[in-house]
């Protein structure tokens, strides 16, 4: 008797948990491409110096415009219609600008040159190949902010990509 007890118990186990699992297959798909046939600046860093007479007094988002010289070459990208990305953080401030390491001073971005169209940080601006748009930046602070005096800079990276 106390075998067919034991048996009972596995065969009610095994139904117990028969109930309530299932099983499917999870299917992975993608397709592998080539990077574009571009490369930005040699692949080397693009700097954009500001100089060392910028006064604190002057930085309204006007004053201290600076071409951002990327220097884009492509080899028979597959598709004209292309992107790009200046990756990075936002200041606090305003999370469409690049940060700075001053406190108050972030770097606005535009495509074209004048006064542009705003280009804002982790944003993608698109164009179509072989015309590469000029970009500009221009020193901006937090509103009602004063600024200190010193040394800044800023990072970002630039993103390629064709649609």
């Known amino acids: 008797m106390l075998r067919i007890k034991v048996i009972s118990c596995v065969v009610l186990t095994g139904m117990l948990l028969s109930v309530g699992a299932n099983a499917v297959d999870v299917n992975f798909r993608g397709t592998l491409i080539d990077p574009p046939p571009c490369t930005i600046n040699g692949g080397t860093d693009v700097d954009v110096n500001f100089g060392s007479t910028v006064l604190t007094t002057r930085v309204d988002g006007v004053n201290y415009r600076m071409a951002v ?6 080899t028979a990208p597959p598709l004209n219609t292309m992107r790009l990305q200046f990756v990075g ?17 972030g770097i606005k971005l535009y495509s074209g040159t004048g006064t542009g169209t705003p280009v804002d940080v982790n944003s993608w601006l698109n164009f179509t190949y072989p015309t590469f748009p000029a970009i500009e930046a221009v020193l901006v602070k937090n509103p009602g902010s ?18």
Request: proline share 5%.
């Open 146 to 163: 004063t600024l200190t005096s010193g040394v800044f800079s800023a990072a970002s990276t630039v993103l390629l990509d064709w649609q």
């Open 69 to 74: 010289p990327l220097n884009i070459v492509c």
């Open 89 to 105: 953080t936002g200041a606090p401030f305003d999370a469409s600008v690049v940060n700075t390491d001053k406190t108050d001073l």
